[in-house]
């Protein structure tokens, strides 16, 4: 379960506060997949911020699971980051000189885990996103929607609690946008991994069961 109560972050610009999240309440049960929408400035990448660990609420509780995020050390965070965290980005981030299967690989061995353990899970997630063919090209030779599912593959590999998305399809036409929502929706329905989807596309946003909608720092 990740929890927010009365989480408010507030920012100065040019002298004035802003709240970019002003007092949100809200309950995403685990293995639930929410979806977040809203105007420009209404908060959502403040609210990705913090359940990402990369931004603290100045008020409030956050709790994902039994982790305090509100209240958690630096080194907690980046643990929190590094095991139970899985990004994925509007622009796939994914390392050029590396191939498919090494990209999905590196965050594991990253984190210590071996190379006999980190490559077969590392097939199992490409095969998951159904790109089992891709393993040994590069980046370069995909396309922008077998980028992107390449990037879901590596941010599942590491088994995270929570999988956060800004904009998964924002850079994407309608047939390879199509692809990734159907691999996330694939995904949704295993209700493992907790998502939370920051969109434009009110086709995605309206396809996950709870969808959140933002407006002036408040969930309405
Ligand atoms: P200050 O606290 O003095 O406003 P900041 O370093 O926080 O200084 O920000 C400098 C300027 O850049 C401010 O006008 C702020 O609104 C703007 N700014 C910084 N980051 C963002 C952001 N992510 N979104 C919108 N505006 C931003
Ligand atoms: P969204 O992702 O929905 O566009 P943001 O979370 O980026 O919204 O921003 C919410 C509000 O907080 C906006 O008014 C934005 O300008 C302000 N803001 C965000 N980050 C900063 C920052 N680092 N400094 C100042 N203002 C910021």
Redesign the pocket.
């Known amino acids: 379960m990740i929890r927010l109560q009365d989480v408010t972050r507030i920012?100065?610009?040019e002298g004035a506060a802003?709240k970019?999240l002003d007092a949100v309440n809200l309950e995403v049960p685990t293995g639930e997949f929410a979806s977040v929408t809203?105007p420009?400035?209404?908060?959502?990448?403040?609210?990705l911020n913090v359940l990402g660990g990369l931004d603290k609420p100045d008020s409030g509780e956050l709790w994902v699971g039994d982790l305090p995020l509100h209240s958690a050390t630096d080194a907690q965070l980046t643990a929190y980051r590094r095991n139970d965290l899985g990004i994925v980005f509007q622009f796939f981030n994914l390392l050029p000189s590396m191939t498919v299967e090494e990209n999905v690989e590196l965050p594991l061995l990253l984190r210590g885990e071996p190379s006999k353990k980190a490559r077969p899970r590392a097939e199992e997630m490409l095969d998951l996103v159904g790109l089992t063919k891709r393993l040994g090209h590069f980046p370069h030779q995909l396309s922008g929607g077998e980028m992107q599912r390449v990037a879901i593959a590596r941010a599942l590999a590491g088994r995270p609690r929570l999988l956060l998305a800004d904009e998964p399809t924002g850079n994407l036409d309608s047939e390879n946008a199509a692809r990734v929502t159907d691999t996330l929706l694939k995904i949704a329905s295993q209700k493992i991994v907790t998502m939370i989807i920051v969109t434009h596309s009110s086709e995605l946003a309206a396809l996950a069961p709870l969808h959140i909608r933002?407006l002036d720092?408040k969930i309405l």
Do not use: E, F, I, Q
Not at 42 to 47: E, P, R, V
């Open positions: 920012y100065s610009r802003v970019a809203g420009s400035g209404c908060g959502k990448s403040t609210l933002m720092g």
